[in-house]
Nanobody, 125 residues
Framework: QVRLVESGGGLVQDGDSLRLSCTAS????????LGWFRRALGKDLEFLAA????????VYADSVKDRFTISRDNAKNMAYLQMNSLRSEDTAVYYC??????????????????WGQGTQVTVSS
């Protein structure tokens, strides 16, 4: 089972950019879909972005499209989430996930069977 660790979170100001990284170990995730989710304090898990195993097909939530970009580097077992024009409402714990449960769409958390522990992103106004 692939193990995932997020990094790159921190405290930024409104309008800033930040890139989150997800490092995999245990096995390669080249054949898995990759997704980014977030959970704001007191709220449910929210889908952000997903990318297919081939790196070509992507999908984004309406709340972050045109601001966030998901990418992957299978040779390095890495995934990324580039976040631009951050706003205070983006404050949350951000999680990366890997999986291939094809009975569910990639925007559905049930598609994924490996999850990181999360990295905190705080955007100050």
């Amino acid at each position: 089972q692939v193990r995932l660790v997020e990094s790159g979170g921190g405290l930024v100001q409104d309008g800033d950019s930040l890139r989150l990284s997800c490092t995999a170990s245990g096995r390669a995730f080249s054949f898995d879909s990759l997704g980014w989710f977030r959970r704001a304090l007191g709220k449910d898990l929210e889908f952000l972005a997903a990318i297919g195993a081939n790196g070509g097909d992507t999908v984004y939530a309406d709340s972050v499209k045109d601001r966030f970009t998901i990418s992957r580097d299978n040779a390095k077992n890495m995934a990324y989430l580039q976040m631009n024009s951050l706003r205070s409402e983006d404050t949350a714990v951000y999680y990366c996930a890997a999986g291939s449960a094809y009975g569910y769409n990639t925007y559905d958390a049930r598609h994924y069977n490996s999850w990181g522990q999360g990295t905190q992103v705080t955007v100050s106004s």
